[in-house]
């Protein structure tokens, strides 16, 4: 059964750092295209970066320029390092494959950017 594990959030002043980590087992990780979704209270999930298993990453223009997605096939991890955090990027956020492919998703780690 493959499971999705993220971390690495918490609470943070606008303009500092976090990096997330979201470890995927089974199969999953090494075919697919994996990408970094999150969700704010009241509003729908949106994508906000996505990498192939050979790099090329790809993101949202709300976050371009300013977060890093990355990954490490060798041990099924990728990571979201997110700089210059502004209080809008708060959400819970996750890791899945893109496009969504069935897999259920994980617990979330929770990103809060306030004063």
């Known amino acids: 059964q493959v499971q999705l594990v993220e971390s690495g959030g918490g609470l943070v002043q606008p303009g500092e750092s976090l990096r997330l980590s979201c470890v995927a087992s089974?199969?999953?990780?090494?075919?697919?295209?994996m990408g970094w979704y999150r969700q704010a209270p009241g509003k729908q999930r949106e994508l906000v970066a996505t990498?192939?298993?050979?790099?090329?990453?790809n993101y949202a223009d709300s976050v371009k320029g300013r977060f890093i997605i990355s990954r490490d096939n060798a041990k099924n991890t990728v990571y979201l390092q997110m700089n210059s955090l502004k209080p809008e990027d708060t959400a819970v956020y996750y890791c899945?494959?893109?496009?969504?492919?069935?897999?259920?998703w994980g617990p979330g780690t929770q990103v809060t950017v306030s004063p």
């Open positions: 990498i192939r298993s050979g790099g090329s990453p």
């Open positions: 089974g199969s999953i990780f090494k075919v697919s295209v």
């Open positions: 899945n494959t893109s496009p969504l492919k069935g897999y259920r």
